[in-house]
Every structure is written in C-alpha cells, then in structure tokens.
C-alpha cells in the first residue's frame, strides 16, 4: 500500500462522507444477498410512518442509508436499522358494511373525510399518524388534527 496523507475536512464533509460509505456498506450488504434499505422500501417504511422495534415505537422523522430516526412518544429520538423495524398499520372497524370491507386500513396517504365540530364536512389525506391521532392535510392545504376514530376512508 502507498503512503498515507492526512486530510483535514469540517464536520459537514465528514457527516457525507459517513453517508456515502453505509451507501456502498448497503450496496455490498445486497450483493451478498443480506436485507437492504430496499426491503424496507417493500414493507413502505418512509418518512411519517408509524413503527415499532424491540425498544419501542414511533414515527419515522428521517431515513439516511439503512438507518431510520425514530421519534417516540416522548419526542425523544432513536437511530434504528431499517431491517429493525415493522410498519404498524392503524386498523379500524367500520359499522354497517359488508364483511369483506368491515376493516379498514388508514395509514399516511389514506385520503379520508371527517366532520368538525360544526357538522361541516372535509376531505384530505394523512400526512402522518401519531398515536390515535392524524395530521391531515385538506384540498386547501390547510393541516387539521384529527382522532382516528373520527376518520372514514374515501
């Protein structure tokens, strides 16, 4: 091997250089047939989702390689391997029907309608969801928050 020479680089250099090196650790890691970022692709883990590990559970704030930030209930944050985690899908039961229809799914993206306080009602899609609780962004782009219970699908 040649001589080495030492570098100097400020901490935003070194933050990309660490990113672009779990890039080629994953590309690798894929080659040899082990899980990868895209696995966590297939489940739909992205930013906003919902999901649990063997520590705990929160929604996804960031997602950097093969590595999820994960924000708890407390507002604390995790680093967490993709392959770690398991997307949490807030089911609810709908009343009146068919069976085959009598569960629904709302998770982030779900266009879905509810009613406020006044009786008016609206429409949007969820932007996340945060325990029982959605954040829901309506046609004029205006965020409302809104409990899972008071959501119907579209």
Do not use: R, Y
Not at 95 to 115: C, L, Q, R, T
Request: zero cysteines.
């Amino acid at each position: 091997m040649g001589k080495m020479k030492k570098v100097e680089i400020n901490q935003d250099e070194f933050v990309e250089v660490v990113a672009k090196l779990e890039d080629v650790m994953d590309f690798v890691k894929s080659l040899a047939g082990e899980k990868s970022p895209e696995k966590a692709e297939e489940s739909k883990i992205e930013v906003g989702s919902l999901v649990k590990w063997d520590d705990g559970e929160g929604e996804v704030v960031k997602i950097k390689g093969g590595t999820a930030t994960v924000e708890d209930d407390d507002g604390d944050e995790h680093k967490v391997d993709l392959d770690d985690l398991e997307l949490v899908v807030v089911e609810k039961k709908e009343e009146g029907k068919k069976e085959s229809k009598k569960e629904a799914k709302i998770e982030v993206g779900s266009e879905v309608e509810w009613e406020d306080k006044d009786g008016d009602s609206h429409e949007g899609e969820v932007l996340k969801i945060k325990g029982d609780v959605a954040t829901v962004e309506d046609d004029n782009g205006d965020e409302h928050k809104v409990d899972l219970d008071d959501l119907e699908l579209v």
